[in-house]
């Protein structure tokens, strides 16, 4: 039987390997456990600072439980059903897709700025574009919403608004990452055949990033409507400010029937949500 | 004759298609932009008290009220953004830990019974990931009184959802073959789980863990407002005495805080990756 | 050894005998059953009648607990190599003694200087002493093999199980595989059984052949007598 033994190189002409071999490599292994030690410390040194009540932790489920079951239960499910509140229910919705569309038209242009591959300038509009994102992103939408309604006075416009930049925050910011993520072949040969910079857009990038776009855009729509529940909180219309003029006046059994409507109202919004990105997702 | 003939046709039969698409497209566009202005109307237009707005100018001044830095105020700023991060990460912790029993039931492939556990598992994911932390936070408000604990606690259960259902997601996306390994070698199932398992899922979690603990910093510097102390509260007392640039100063240091919040995220989950 | 076994009707009545200084290959077309059998060895997949005896035990009779000390004492090498990825060649290679070791061991990685050092040298002979603190995704395939081979020894094997261990590699580097593994094999006087569909390299490396065709044993003898005319009944199916 015709055997072949290959050579296995190494072994006979260098010099014999280390018999030592430690699993403390220095200086990697040192930051790496320095590094979970500080944090351990850090968290230590927080429930100290902070006075951080543990015993009344420990006792919270007790005291929880208690809570909601004088206090929040039955919810006054007919306080929800009410015209006025409904109407502001209804306001609430369309305070979010309005602000998801003014945000969303927005971050088009803001994420092909921002886009590394397809910005029109890398030195200039590029950082721009991504530090207009990463600030309207980084208010938080209650920050926005305050804002507004101390320029512009209470009611939706505020909402509508600080639901606007935070839209453009985040939708931009996708958009953007969606953009770098193309494939650039038909952007070259459209480049090559002379067309302009937005012909370019329209007919290379568009289309690759058309359905992911509308993922997007219903995911931003989904993410806003949660915001908007809450915005009325701090007078920017919307269901909110009932949460809030309840809870001021101390009737539990309202506030426990505006949270559950708040959330019956998000869940059905997440699922009309996933549903739509589902169907988009597959029509690709 | 014939040829060019029907090539003639069949460009016709195209153009004529595309128009009705089009046509179709247009229509709807008219019908939502109508839609639009409807909404605009009823809601903006008609709510907004423009005697109140003033002119464009008005507006600007109210704006320009906002401009300008409150120098003075900075040094009673590290306190509260100290106390904000604390938050924050306290509370991605303790979410981490409320996580657990969430992302056992919430893979399919480790589920104890499946068609129990696991909705229980997405329901909770679902719920936390959508009611809003200001929500959460007048809850333990009411539950645990004022301060840091109510923060903690909202930050936390906000966190579960997010951190739940991608390492829910790492598990469920195992790759089986280590595994066969680990038991081919002789090993138990507890070494099954430490050598083979673990190893995959631990570095997404932890990442995932980082990511929402960034976002948390954001979600923690707010939560002032409805008692949870922090920058938050500073904002609101600057807001209430009516100090505009002080209310700058701080939306800027919690954008600052923030930063730092990006830079360690990234970092560390360079680090981990 | 004596073996015969049906799975959900892959292998039907495969019975064969190993000797202890064999290195038998399985050969057959696809879907005949030769990862079945090489898994139901060590029961990866459990057969549902039959006997397999491996010096003298009855492994299909083991409890839990002996199975794992059986498998400990049985290397097995597989064709996508198995490793943990993010782990270090170090460590996956210290991963073969989890069988013989306790549990608390193996979570903080407390192991011996011993099997430290016999990794050490167990990396030297298959020529990987260069790349132990890497991490396993780092590595070539033909690298990585040769990582999954010193773990296989690193049990101190009484067997070997190879599932076809040179699939996902290039020609060369096939051959590199298999030759170490056919040296390794004689010097620790270890019996071979391995799955492969490279009929060649069956032929230049392995002494007996069992050709399986849809769960059938339809050869089983040294290589010698293997012959054209033998190929062509096993890979019958194949042809169509």
């Known amino acids: 039987m015709a055997v072949s033994t290959a050579t296995q190189a190494s072994s006979d002409t260098k010099p014999a390997p280390p018999r030592e071999w430690r699993r403390f490599k220095f200086p990697e292994s040192l930051y790496r456990w320095g590094g979970v030690l500080l944090a351990l410390v850090f968290v230590s040194y927080s429930i100290i600072y902070l006075n951080i009540p543990l015993d009344r932790f420990f006792n919270m489920f007790g005291r929880v439980g208690q809570l909601v079951a004088d206090r929040y239960y039955p919810p006054e499910i007919d306080y929800v059903l009410e015209p006025d509140y409904l109407a502001s229910v209804f306001d609430t919705i369309q305070m979010s897709y309005l602000g998801a569309l003014f945000g969303m038209l927005m971050a088009v242009p803001l994420g092909w700025f921002g886009s590394y591959n397809m910005t029109p300038s890398r030195r200039f509009v590029y950082p721009v574009a991504r530090l207009v994102t990463m600030s309207a992103r980084a208010v938080h939408e209650t920050i926005w919403a305050i804002l507004f309604v101390t320029i512009l006075g209470f009611g939706m416009m505020a909402g509508v608004l600080a639901l606007t930049m935070f839209c453009i925050g985040f939708a931009g910011k996708l958009f953007a990452e969606e953009i770098e993520a193309i494939d650039m072949g038909p952007v070259e040969a459209l480049r090559a055949t002379g067309a302009s910079e937005l012909n370019v857009m329209a007919y290379a990038v568009f289309p690759q990033v058309r359905v992911a776009f509308t993922g997007i855009g219903i995911y931003t729509w989904d993410v806003a409507f949660r915001a908007a529940t809450v915005v009325g909180f701090f007078g920017a219309g919307g269901m909110g400010w009932y949460l809030k003029r309840n809870i001021l006046q101390i009737e539990t059994y309202r506030v426990s029937a505006i949270l559950v409507s708040i959330i019956v109202l998000v869940l059905i919004a997440e699922g009309i949500s996933a549903w739509a990105r589902a169907r988009v997702a597959k029509a690709k | ?273 | 050894m004596r073996y015969s076994a049906s799975g959900p009707e892959i292998l039907k009545g495969v019975s064969f005998e190993v000797g202890a200084d064999d290195f038998f290959a399985i050969i057959g077309p696809s879907g005949a059953g030769k990862s079945t059998l090489i898994r139901c060895i060590n029961r990866l997949v459990e057969p549902r009648s039959g006997e397999i005896v491996l010096y003298g035990t009855d492994v299909l009779a083991l409890n839990s607990r002996q199975l794992r000390k059986l498998r400990r004492g049985i290397g097995m090498i597989f064709q996508e190599f198995n490793l943990v990825n993010r782990m270090s060649v170090m460590d996956n290679v210290l991963s073969g003694r989890l069988g013989y070791v306790g549990n608390m061991v193996g979570l903080f990685r407390l192991f011996s200087k011993e099997d430290i050092s016999r990794a050490l040298s167990v990396l030297d002979r298959v020529g990987l002493s260069d790349h132990v603190d890497k991490r396993a995704d780092e590595l070539s395939g033909g690298q990585r093999q040769r990582v999954g081979i010193a773990r296989a020894l690193m049990q101190d094997p009484k067997l070997l199980l190879l599932d076809e261990p040179t699939s996902s590699l290039d020609p060369k580097i096939s051959r590199e595989v298999m030759a170490l593994i056919m040296e390794i094999a004689k010097e620790y006087k270890v019996p071979v059984l391995c799955n492969i569909h490279d009929v060649q390299l069956a032929m230049e490396f392995c002494n007996k052949i069992i050709g399986l065709q849809d769960g059938i044993k339809m050869f089983d003898g040294p290589t010698s007598k293997m012959n054209t005319k033998k190929l062509d009944e096993i890979y019958a199916m194949e042809v169509l």
């Open chain 2, 1 to 273: 004759m014939a040829t060019a003939q029907a090539t003639a046709d069949q460009v016709e039969r195209i153009i004529a298609a595309r128009s009705k698409t089009k046509i179709v497209r247009l229509l709807i566009f008219v019908v939502v932009l109508a839609l639009v202005f409807l909404s605009v109307k009823t809601t903006i237009v008609d709510d907004t008290d423009w005697a109140r707005i003033g002119s464009v100018w008005n507006v600007l001044e109210s704006i320009g009220q906002f401009i300008g830095i409150n120098w003075s105020l900075v040094p009673n700023l590290w306190q509260p953004a100290l106390e904000t991060i604390m938050v924050a990460t306290l509370g991605t912790l303790l979410g981490v830990v409320v996580c657990i029993p969430a992302i056992w039931f919430g893979a399919l492939n480790i589920t104890p019974f499946a068609p129990i556990t696991y909705p229980i598992a997405r329901l909770m994911m679902t719920l936390s990931r959508s009611i809003h932390e200001i929500v959460w936070a007048l809850f333990f408000v009411a539950a645990v009184g004022l301060g840091a604990l109510a923060g903690v606690l909202a930050i936390a259960v906000r966190s579960v959802g997010f951190i739940a259902k991608m390492t829910a997601e790492a598990i469920e996306d195992l790759d089986p073959r280590p595994v066969e390994a680990i038991r081919a070698v002789g090993g138990s199932e507890f070494q099954v789980f430490i050598y083979a398992i673990l190893p995959q899922v631990l570095p997404v979690m932890v990442g995932v863990i980082v990511f929402e603990w960034e976002i948390n910093i954001r979600r923690s510097s707010i939560l002032g407002l409805v008692g949870a102390g922090g920058l938050g509260l500073v904002f609101f007392r600057q807001l209430n005495t009516f100090n505009y640039p002080g209310v700058t100063t701080v939306i800027l240091a919690i954008l600052v805080l923030i930063l730092f919040g990006e830079m360690v995220s990234y970092y560390v989950r360079k680090a981990i990756i």
